[in-house]
């Protein structure tokens, strides 16, 4: 048996290479420097900047918000645009924050149902062309979604949800981007805890409700708040099947504000904060799962 020593070049190359340890501690000192935390703030002022301009005017006076060049902070801080907003009864605000809300709600959790169960069927169990059906899922990601509008559109029709808040629950419960994110996450979850609880005599369905949707919270979190700020913030479909205005949602009903007060800046800025401020304190309070959901949602398999 005959070993082969390292040359001279090779221990060299060795020797120069960082150690994980050595990059890891490379990594903390740039992640702690000076050029780091610039690059943040200036991340940070380029999300915020935009949405206290938004705030601020909103407290504005018409003359104010007209005026050119602006100033960041207003002269004269008034209600008068959320006392006029929410006081039109021909646009009832509330209403429709109400509908935005039970849409989003509503299809989030639909959406994680669905996606969860198609989701463990990819990744766990065995059945003839498993593959096959998850290139046909991966695919439609790419389809773009206005080519859906007018099949959609028709299938309202029949089943008679048009002009009902159904019709902005149900479609797009099925999607595929759900499926993918919640069969990579499963992927990870180590197959020994289903083991276990196979042996304790549990079935597949209580494996996947008792063991499997525990331990991926992170990730059933992350995909609702993604469904549900999808479905909040949607335009075009709502538009589209939605005709009385006490069933508008938000989106819907602001673009009407917008043409009702075509120049009143202050009035549309204060629609657009109410559209904002409910997601804005939901991400608050479910970041930690977000963030914890996309760190750990590898590309395994």
Wanted: a neutral charge; aromatic letters at 12%.
């Amino acid at each position: 048996m005959t070993t082969t020593e390292p040359t001279n070049s090779e221990l060299a190359r060795s020797a120069e290479a960082p150690s994980p340890v050595r990059r890891r501690r490379a990594y903390r000192q740039d992640r702690n420097g000076p050029v780091f935390w610039i690059g943040m703030i200036v991340l940070a002022l380029i999300f915020v900047i935009p949405l206290l301009w938004m705030f601020l005017t909103s407290f504005r006076t018409v003359e104010d918000s007209r005026r050119i060049p602006m100033t960041l902070i207003p002269d004269e801080f008034t209600l008068r645009a959320y006392q006029l907003l929410f006081a039109d009864e021909q646009n009832p605000v509330f209403l429709w924050a109400l509908n935005s809300f039970i849409a989003a709600a509503a299809h989030a959790i639909l959406v994680v149902v669905v996606a969860s169960m198609a989701a463990y069927a990819l990744a766990r169990m065995q059945f003839r062309g498993k593959n096959a059906l998850f290139v046909v899922i991966i695919a439609t990601l790419f389809v773009p979604g206005f080519i859906f509008l007018m099949p959609n559109y028709l299938i309202m029709d029949q089943l008679g949800w048009l002009d009902t808040l159904i019709a902005l629950i149900v479609p797009g419960a099925a999607g595929a981007f759900g499926v993918f994110f919640l069969r990579q996450f499963f992927l990870a979850i180590p197959k020994e805890l289903e083991e276990s609880a196979l042996i304790d005599g549990a079935n597949t369905w209580q494996i996947f409700v008792r063991v499997v949707l525990p331990n991926a919270k992170p990730a059933l979190v992350t995909l609702g708040v993604l469904s549900f700020l999808g479905n909040w913030n949607d335009f075009i479909w709502p538009v589209f099947v939605l005709f009385s205005p006490e069933r508008l949602t938000l989106p819907a009903g602001l673009a009407t504000l917008q043409a009702a007060y075509n120049i009143d800046y202050p009035v549309v800025m204060a629609g657009a904060t109410v559209a904002a401020l409910p997601v804005l304190i939901l991400f608050i309070f479910v970041q930690r799962y977000v963030i914890e959901g996309v760190a750990t949602s590898g590309l395994k398999g």
